[in-house]
């Protein structure tokens, strides 16, 4: 089998994504999204979302954002063994 080749691709740039920059790019997520979780907790307290809701959409925000953080840690560390 012959490797697919993209036309008009006469210029190779190698850039090694190591583990550490994926890394780098998952504490600056953390940070992010710990900023962005700030305001949305901030919103959700003083704009009108009130009792039971308020305890549901804190679950479900904070549960996505774990899950989806440790998911992304598990996958990082898998590619940081494989390379």
């Not at 920059?21 to 998952?26: A, C, D, I, S």
């Not at 809701?53 to 925000?61: I, P, S, T, W």
């Amino acid at each position: 089998m012959q490797p697919v080749v993209a036309r008009g691709a006469d210029i190779v740039i190698p850039l090694p994504i190591t583990a550490g920059v994926l890394w780098g790019v998952f504490v600056l997520a953390l940070l992010v999204v710990g900023a962005i979780s700030w305001m949305f907790v901030h919103h959700w307290g003083y704009y009108g979302v009130e009792g039971n809701n308020r305890v549901f959409v804190k679950g479900l925000y904070f549960t996505a954002c774990i899950g989806l953080f440790v998911l992304s840690a598990l996958l990082i560390s898998a590619y940081a063994l494989t390379s």
